[in-house]
């Protein structure tokens, strides 16, 4: 098979995954479909080089969404602002399961890159942290402690959201 | 337990995502992709918009456009900028989106099923009482900090866009009715908590801006199963009506959708319903992951050959009692519409 057709058929077999992943790192749709192709364009360029391996070929894209995704967060340029304040209120009365939910997804997206990549990993992918650490390139033991760290600013913030 | 809540969130926040049936290049200007690396992209790109393009989608018509309006409306600058973008906020005053004046005409520009090209889809004068435009203008409340109460379903919404011009002689105010759930309306100085883009869009369909006295809802919307409706309903309806049922009881929107209507939404919302009708198991259980703003809907059909029919029930299932399911075309709107509550209701 071509490579061109084995990135085509990881695209129509595991693209809505890969795309989901970035969704849930960037919290934003064209950042997201941006991280996968830029991955995608780094995994080509790799497996042009040295034929990918057939049985973990996914595993090695969803590591370069998630890598790609935290060398954006190094570079990031000087027009990204990261800010606390959201923009505006919606709309009141809605059911509080659903406030909840937006107040966590919230405060995800203000952690540190590493961490919120660590928190994606553990919760949504399921991942064990020994993957998890192979995946972003520390030890295991950074894993726990970036999870620490993400879990106890949750909580802060989720506490701060209940006070208010 | 806080992992339980981000499992919860996280779930919940997938279906915003987008899908590789969407997925589309986008122009790179910051760096230079080796060709073969370009060519590859489009490969895969082309392979995975197959489906999208056989899902028959298709650039949106606006239901109304009028030259002269459209003239008055801007092309947007960048996809980025279009939620909260206005063209000129040099009139625009700081303590309310608009002056405590009646305009003297009142523009609704559409930026339909954000093409992200920045050209307006449509532009409609509005008609009717244009004091009512100011008087809901300046009903909206500033916006609050410190909180977002933003619906799980933000993503459903369709990404229109509008704007809202609105002229006191030469002076002109911009107003932005952005398309996200999570963004309140403003008019560059004044930013607003309140979203108008309901009313923008309901305005932009109809040529008026208040039209609720024009589509009251037929009887009531209680909870209720016409004894003469077939246990399947065929799909050749006329119209549909639907009312969108809400916590607290007792509160309800309604919505009539004539034929051209309903063929306009099938188009702007195909690739959410397929997301939707996706997450409805085969044996129409109703999920339970959805979220729970509307609680349960009615669907009048209307028939040119036949009585017209009645289905009550949760619309994320479409089954009433009695065991009355939505099927075929009519069940296919239906979600689509239900797509659409979140953006309806508010």
């Known amino acids: 098979m071509q490579?061109?057709?084995?990135?085509?058929?990881?695209?129509?077999?595991?693209?809505?995954?890969?795309?989901?992943?970035?969704?849930?790192?960037?919290?934003?749709?064209?950042?997201a479909e941006d991280l996968v192709q830029e991955a995608l364009t780094r995994v080509y360029g790799s497996w042009l080089r040295r034929a990918p391996a057939v049985d973990n070929r996914e595993a090695y894209v969803r590591r370069a969404v998630v890598n790609e995704y935290l060398r954006r967060r190094r570079l990031r340029s000087a027009s990204e602002v990261v800010t606390d304040e959201v923009p505006d209120r919606g709309t009141d009365g809605f059911d509080s399961r659903v406030v909840e939910h937006d107040e966590?997804?919230?405060?995800?997206?203000l952690l540190p890159a590493r961490q919120r990549a660590v928190m994606v990993l553990r919760y949504y992918e399921d991942l064990p942290d020994r993957e998890i650490a192979a995946l972003i390139g520390a030890k295991e033991a950074t894993v726990r402690s970036l999870a620490l760290r993400a879990l106890e600013s949750l909580r802060v913030s989720h506490r701060v959201e209940e006070r208010s | 337990m806080i992992e339980d809540e981000l499992r919860a969130t996280m779930s919940a926040h997938d279906?915003?995502?987008?899908?590789?049936?969407?997925?589309?290049?986008?122009?790179?200007?910051?760096?230079?992709?080796p060709s073969i690396v370009g060519a590859v992209i489009v490969v895969v790109l082309v392979v995975a918009g197959v489906k999208w393009l056989q899902t028959g989608r298709s650039p949106v018509t606006p239901t109304r456009a009028t030259g002269q309006a459209v003239a008055d409306c801007p092309t947007l600058p960048r996809r980025a900028d279009l939620n909260l973008w206005v063209p000129d906020r040099s009139r625009a005053p700081r303590h309310s989106l608009v002056p405590d004046h009646t305009p003297t005409s009142v523009t609704l520009c559409a930026y339909l099923h954000d093409s992200g090209i920045g050209t307006p889809t449509g532009g409609t004068r509005l008609d009717g009482n244009l004091a009512a435009v100011t008087t809901a203008l300046r009903a909206a409340r500033p916006a609050r900090s410190?909180?977002?109460?933003?619906?799980?379903?933000?993503?459903?919404?369709?990404?229109?866009?509008?704007?809202?011009?609105?002229?006191?002689?030469?002076?002109?105010?911009?107003?932005?009715?952005?398309?996200?759930?999570?963004?309140?309306?403003?008019?560059?100085?004044?930013?607003?908590?309140t979203n108008l883009r309901i009313d923008a869009a309901q305005a932009y369909r109809y040529g008026r801006w208040d039209t609720s006295t024009d589509y009251s809802p037929p009887g009531n919307c209680s909870l209720s199963v016409d004894p003469h409706a077939a246990r399947t309903l065929p799909p050749a309806a006329t119209s549909m009506?639907?009312?969108f049922a809400r916590t607290p009881p007792g509160r309800y929107t309604l919505y009539r959708f004539e034929r051209a209507q309903l063929d306009q939404v099938d188009l702007r919302l195909a690739a959410k319903y397929d997301r939707y009708a996706a997450r409805v198991p085969p044996n129409r259980a109703c999920p339970t992951d959805l979220s729970p703003?509307?609680?349960?809907?009615?669907?009048?059909?209307?028939?040119?050959?036949?009585?017209?029919?009645?289905?009550?029930?949760?619309?994320?299932?479409?089954?009433?009692?009695?065991?009355?399911?939505?099927?075929?075309?009519?069940?296919?709107?239906?979600?689509?519409?239900?797509?659409?509550?979140?953006?309806?209701?508010?």
């Open chain 2, 293 to 346: 703003i509307a609680t349960w809907m009615t669907v009048h059909l209307d028939y040119p050959d036949r009585p017209d029919a009645v289905v009550v029930g949760d619309p994320r299932c479409m089954r009433g009692p009695g065991g009355l399911v939505l099927t075929g075309a009519a069940a296919r709107q239906a979600y689509l519409l239900f797509a659409l509550a979140p953006t309806y209701l508010h």
């Open chain 1, 3 to 31: 490579l061109d057709e084995v990135i085509a058929d990881l695209m129509r077999t595991s693209g809505d995954r890969l795309l989901r992943l970035a969704y849930q790192l960037c919290h934003d749709r064209a950042a």
């Open chain 2, 146 to 193: 410190g909180g977002l109460a933003c619906t799980l379903n933000a993503s459903a919404t369709d990404f229109d866009n509008y704007l809202i011009r609105m002229a006191f002689g030469s002076a002109v105010v911009w107003v932005s009715a952005p398309g996200s759930h999570c963004l309140g309306s403003t008019n560059g100085r004044f930013s607003s908590g």
């Open chain 2, 15 to 33: 279906a915003e995502a987008p899908s590789a049936t969407d997925f589309r290049p986008h122009v790179r200007r910051d760096r230079h992709v």
């Open chain 1, 104 to 109: 966590v997804w919230r405060a995800l997206a």
């Open chain 2, 241 to 243: 009506t639907i009312c």
